[in-house]
């Protein structure tokens, strides 16, 4: 069975970076899968941040964080990476990696446990 570790989050004031990191282990090959990254604000209900193709090739991002955040996958460290410059308070909430086998619409149904990030001055 596939399992997802979130690393990374962490306090941060308005205008910071941060890198969060997701380390895939078990299930199948790590480049069969395309990835994920979803956030849960306080009060909110957990939305899509970005996606990464099972290639690298294609990326998706929320419209909230285009610009600012770049997802990107290391194949070789089966590593999934959402890089988030920037950051606003908005941005405050609980990331977590998600994984989605194959090729096909993307069906995410593994997940980390969440990385907490706090934007606040």
């Known amino acids: 069975q596939v399992q997802l570790v979130e690393s990374g989050g962490g306090l941060v004031q308005p205008g910071d970076s941060l890198r969060l990191s997701c380390v895939v282990s078990?299930?199948?090959?790590?480049?069969?899968?395309?990835m994920g990254w979803f956030r849960q604000g306080p009060g909110k209900e957990r939305e899509l941040v970005a996606t990464i193709s099972w290639t690298g090739s294609r990326t998706f991002y929320a419209d909230s964080v285009k610009g600012r955040f770049t997802i990107s996958r290391d194949d070789a460290k089966n590593t999934v990476y959402l890089q988030m410059n920037s950051l606003k308070s908005d941005d405050t909430a609980v990331y977590y990696c998600?994984?989605?086998?194959?090729?096909?619409?993307?069906?995410?149904?593994?997940w980390g446990q969440g990385t907490q990030v706090t934007v606040s001055a």
């Open positions: 998600a994984a989605s086998y194959g090729l096909g619409p993307y069906e995410f149904d593994s």
């Open positions: 078990g299930g199948r090959a790590f480049n069969s899968y395309a």
